[in-house]
């Protein structure tokens, strides 16, 4: 099918994605000018596919050998799946929702060929790691390891998935017509063609399995006011596990979970933290090892295929979450829907401002188009003095004195006046956008919680520590610098400024 549409004019075949990809690569190869295909849609609309077929096809036109036997385009494809098993699980939607935005730049040599290739990520979905609601799942790759060979299971003290307290939060632990053992075969596989030695496979799956057992570790009231101890034996159990298959100490492990440690000109104190603080900590340990272990396989996948430092010309191929309005939403949403609004602001001047203004320009006679005009929203959320991302970051870096309730009272006040903004009647800390899709109300009890970005010294010290020279390379030693910088950085602003560019 792939050859119908290879060199066909754009329409003269059935609508399809193969005949988008051709028009950008012939536009490329015939005017030398660089080109992106953006894949949009609501969320579920099957944009994550659509790309797919748009690599794959992109890969038909400009294939060539690369290194060691294995084509640029071959390593390209399979990282897909890779990517899909640490960014990708069930919504209520979608069974297989990106979780993480993907920019795909594929570079051209001269001659067409795909001679390098690099993928950029955006705001993986971190709090899914510990938090997930019926009927969602967890990322696939936590499901994939317990459905590993006999021998992998047994070598990482793995179960059942109900077993796990990050995977039991939902029903749902199987797909409709997906064989979770024959998938964790696939992404070994989608391993070895990119690159990932089996050493790395053995240490990552280590940390994915570290993981789970770290969120099986609970906590009871330690003897002295808002302590902590170990809950039980097997509490016990999993702490010890984590520490194996993390290959740190493990009382380093236990101290970091349920203690803090703060430096003062005079003294050092160490602060005990409560059942519920620690549960925090543990979360945040999990979130945080995560995210690193995420960030690594996309360095990896960029280092094994190889960018041409040389090329002139690339295509790239956006694959963004797409509009989310759920029963229950979050900071993440939030950012999703920002990044939908700065898209559809992008396509109404495009499509709408900059061609009317052309018309004017030249006297064509013409009917003017109606449109709505979504600047107001994004002035609401990003306008520099007074929006929503400077209200989440003033407020995050006077936490804890500012709480989810006054977090959202400052919100209230400041967009009273907003006809895009809605106090909600029945609730203190939620608030309700309306965007160009529709209104969309936001839960704001965890975003300032979500909104911070940072990590905990003693998890850190922790892990930098570790014996495994994998997980002590996911946490390098903090920059003299960094480490006594007070400026505060927050997601919400750095997801801004990834968004503008």
Known sequence: MMEQYKGAGFGELSPHVFAVADVAYRAMINEGKSNSILVSGESGAGKTETTKMLMRYLAYLGGRSGVEGRTVEQQVLESNPVLEAFGNAKTVRNNNSSRFGKFVELQFDKNGRISGAAVRTYLLERSRVCQISNPERNYHCFYLLCAAPPEVREKFKLGDPKSFHYLNQSSCYALDGVDDAQEYLATIRAMDVVGISEEEQEAIFSVVAAILHLGNIDFSKGAEVDSSIIKDEKSRFHLNTTAELLQCDVKSLENA??????????????????????????????????????????????????????????????????????????????????TNEKLQQHFNQHVFKMEQEEYTKEEINWSYIEFVDNQDVLDLIEKVEHCCLTCFSSSCSMFPRSTHETFAQKLFQTFKNNKRFIKPKLSRTSFTISHYAGEVTY???????????????????????????????????????????????????????????
Request: aromatic content about 12%; glycine content about 4%.
């Open 257 to 338: 979970l349920i203690k803090r440690v703060m430096v003062t000109p005079e003294e050092i104190i160490t602060r005990a933290l409560d059942p519920v603080a620690a549960v925090g900590s543990r979360d945040a340990l999990a979130k945080t090892i995560y995210s690193r272990l995420f960030d690594w396989l996309v360095d990896k996948i960029n280092i094994s295929i190889g960018q041409d430092p040389n090329s002139k010309q690339l295509i790239g191929v956006l694959d963004i979450y797409g509009f989310e309005s759920f029963k229950f939403n979050s900071f993440e949403q939030f950012c999703i829907n920002f």
């Open 443 to 501: 839960l704001a009890d965890l975003f300032l919680d979500k909104n911070k970005d940072y990590v905990v010294a003693e998890h850190q010290d922790l892990l930098t520590a570790s014996k495994c020279p994998f997980v002590a390379s996911l946490f390098p030693p903090p920059a003299e610098e960094s480490s006594k910088s007070s400026k505060f950085s927050s997601i919400g602003s750095r997801f801004k400024v990834l968004v503008i560019h």
